[in-house]
């Protein structure tokens, strides 16, 4: 796997992946790799990433169906940032029901700047995963 090595990972082992949607353009998310998960998401053809917080690989849908179908991966100037070209499935990316995890814009409007949200939830998060308990 020689195209492999020309990525480069971090001293953790991991680089960042950008999950963009192949029709709008629009950014959905961002989260990390490692090599196996890269692996794995160009084989497949299905977004894989590297879990920080539980330390294991996280195939994107595994508990929500939210997969994410790769149409084109790209690789950055540096070679340390992924860019993958997805089609979101169910139109959801982000925990919280939301297509996209970028819900939050920073409004200019007031004296002091605050973040709005500008996205509407599309999905409540409470029927996208359930609890340990009811599975």
């Known amino acids: 796997m020689s195209w492999l090595k020309e990525v ?22 961002v989260a990390w790799m490692n090599h196996e998960a890269l692996q794995e998401t160009v084989k497949n053809r299905v ?10 690989l996280w195939r994107k849908g595994e508990e929500s169906g939210h997969t994410q179908k790769v149409h084109e991966v790209r690789l950055d100037c540096d070679a340390d ?16 029901g939301r297509e996209s995890c970028f819900y939050r814009v920073l409004d200019y409007s007031d004296n ?16 996208i995963y359930k609890k340990s308990d009811e599975q």
């Open 8 to 29: 480069v990972f971090d001293d953790n082992g991991l680089i960042p992946a950008i999950a963009q949607d192949y029709q709008t353009g629009r950014i959905l998310m």
């Open 47 to 56: 977004a894989v990433y590297w879990s920080r917080s539980r330390k294991k």
């Open 81 to 96: 940032v992924i860019l993958l070209v997805v089609e979101q499935v169910a139109g959801v990316a982000c925990h919280t």
């Open 112 to 127: 002091e700047p605050q973040w709005r949200e500008v996205d509407p939830v599309l999905k409540d998060p409470e029927l």
